[in-house]
């Protein structure tokens, strides 16, 4: 007979503690860091390139509030991270708002 055969090694597979199904780490920049430069078409988001506005932040809030509720306490940061967001974003949007009354003014 010939030399027993061995089983091949397995080709390089996730971790037994990471499931197969998880997306990869989101970039670098965080929704602050694009919300703060100022132009309203420049914050968009990673994963779909789309901006972020307040209809979007706060159909992001009110989903989070459901998964509070739903889920429990451990969404509690989304929920606020998220407020936090879009006051920062109102709180712009009403700045350019007097920017354009001045500049409309005279």
Not at 1 to 22: D, I
Not at 26 to 34: E, H, M, N, V
Not at 75 to 95: D, G, N
């Amino acid at each position: 007979m010939g030399t027993p055969r061995t089983k091949a090694p397995a080709a390089a597979s996730a971790s037994p503690s990471a499931p197969a199904s998880v997306p990869p780490a989101a970039p670098a920049t965080s929704l602050a860091s694009s919300l703060a430069s100022g132009a309203p078409s420049t914050a968009t988001s990673a994963a779909s390139g789309r901006p972020i506005d307040t209809a979007r932040l706060k159909s992001a809030l009110k989903v989070t509030a459901l998964l509070v509720q739903k889920l429990g306490d451990d969404y509690l940061p989304f929920f606020m991270r998220l407020e936090t967001e879009l006051a920062k974003h109102e709180a712009k949007e009403a700045a350019r708002a007097r920017v354009q009354k001045v500049l409309e003014d005279g």
